[in-house]
């Protein structure tokens, strides 16, 4: 819901304005599967002739507790270890939406070696400048920056606060009003200092 403002105030809206993105002959790549939505962009994958797939039913995902990933899609192509440098929990959605998208680019000609894959999620931070996505700031203490602003980005949040060992977890938190700021604030832990 995080886009209804512009977009409309139900998922199905968001979705048909979205899809709109789908074009003639161009393979369509969606993250995640969504009963809820799901049918306005397979919809309008075929109005469009064209192929759609969904990333998180086509890759298994394990992920050990040193951020490293092993990736399987259900044609048995198989990447592992991948080392990530972006280390938020939602990478376990992430990655293989980006595999799906460069399995979609070399079926289509384009030359992307497994190397250049390993290479790619390894460094994400340098190559893109992307901040704020798990961002250790510092060891000690021990601080992160997260930019998750919606009640889906929230939880990824909050499931890797319980993996985390701290004396007193302090949080600072900042969001713009248009987020559902009583939805996200539900969610976090109880245990906290907030600022």
């Excluded at 819901?1 to 977009?7: E, Y």
């Excluded at 939602?90 to 595999?99: D, E, F, G």
């Amino acid at each position: 819901f995080d886009p209804m403002a512009l977009l409309g105030d139900t998922l199905e809206k968001i979705a048909h304005e979205k899809a709109g993105i789908i074009k003639p002959g161009v393979p369509a790549i969606i993250g995640t599967k969504d009963p809820t939505s799901d049918f306005v962009f397979i919809e309008k994958a075929k109005e469009c002739e064209t192929t759609l797939e969904f990333a998180s039913e086509n890759w298994q995902v394990t992920r050990d507790d040193k951020n490293t990933y092993r990736l399987e899609n259900k044609n048995g192509i198989t990447f592992a270890p991948v080392q990530a440098d972006l280390k938020g929990l939602y990478q376990r959605k992430n990655i293989p939406a980006v595999l799906e998208t460069i399995l979609s680019l070399r079926n289509n000609g384009l030359h992307i070696s497994d190397q250049n894959i390993y290479n790619g999620i390894a460094n994400t931070i340098r190559n893109t400048g992307l901040l704020g996505r798990w961002q250790e700031l510092s060891q000690t203490p021990y601080t992160v920056c997260d930019t998750g602003h919606n009640v889906g980005g929230i939880s990824y949040i909050v499931e890797q606060l319980k993996h985390q060992k701290y004396d007193r977890l302090h949080i600072v938190m900042g969001m713009v009003n248009d987020k559902d700021i009583s939805g996200v604030l539900s969610m976090m832990p109880k245990d906290a200092i907030y600022y």
